[in-house]
């Protein structure tokens, strides 16, 4: 069984400062993917950016990057140039043969 | 690419009665198919998993009886929710994945609401 966990219910920025998302998560799969995703309020599930469990390198999205430690099994996703645009629910994911598995989330207030 | 629609995107229904929502495909064909459900300020929880001709796999939890799923073509599965109750309430999202272990594609969500 996996289980990811987002220690930090909410977060606040100012505009186009950088922030940090922290997401640790356990399994037990050696093939697996790591994700966050957006939720705005729309509630449409947004892919932001995700991350192969084989390759050592962090993704990066323009300005989205992760930092994946492996062997720590933490995965944070860092935003860099907050934009108002960027506040809603972050879900941190991981992937692996049983499907996804969801963190509790983390509420992301950008202040203007 | 990879567009997942959802039908309807909110319903009301009266207690008793049955609703079906469609999640489909619309620009590739999706060999899995899975559904969630979200209540109010928390997170996905995932409800069953399902392949094209095979019979929907139920998480922990989740009545077979009450959330009947049907994946009868690649483009196209439904979650019927039989005599709906008021705790049936929430906001049912599908996702589709062209292979079971890659990138899952989300749907808008259907918001259900049972009086």
């Known amino acids: 069984a996996q289980t990811v966990t987002q220690s930090q219910p909410e977060m606040s920025v100012q505009e186009a400062e950088t922030v940090t998302l922290s997401c640790t998560y356990d399994?037990?799969?050696?093939?697996?993917?790591l994700f966050w995703y957006k939720q705005p309020p729309s509630r449409q599930m947004i892919l932001v950016i995700r991350?192969?469990?084989?390759?050592?390198q962090n993704a990066t999205e323009n300005r989205f990057s992760v930092n994946f430690q492996k062997a720590a099994k933490s995965f944070s996703l860092k935003i860099s140039d907050s934009q108002l645009g960027d506040a809603a629910m972050y879900f941190c994911?991981?992937?692996?043969?049983?499907?996804?598995?969801f963190g509790k989330g983390t509420h992301l207030i950008i202040q203007p | 690419g990879a567009v997942v629609s959802q039908h309807p995107s909110w319903v009301i229904c009266k207690s008793g009665t049955s609703v079906k929502i469609e999640c489909r495909s619309l620009?590739?064909?999706?060999?899995?198919m899975f559904w969630y459900r979200q209540f109010p300020k928390q997170s996905l929880m995932l409800m069953a998993t399902s392949n094209e001709g095979s019979k929907a796999t139920y998480e922990q939890g989740v009545e077979k009886d009450k959330f009947l799923i049907n994946h009868a073509s690649l483009t196209l599965s439904t979650l019927t929710v039989t005599s709906a109750h008021p705790e049936d309430s929430s906001f049912y999202i599908c996702?589709?994945?062209?292979?079971?272990?890659?990138?899952?594609?989300f749907g808008p969500g259907t918001r259900l609401t049972v009086t």
């Open positions: 399994t037990s799969e050696s093939d697996y993917y």
């Open positions: 994911a991981s992937q692996s043969a049983d499907g996804l598995t």
């Open positions: 991350q192969e469990a084989y390759k050592q």
């Open positions: 996702s589709a994945s062209v292979q079971r272990v890659r990138e899952q594609y």
């Open positions: 620009d590739f064909q999706a060999t899995t």
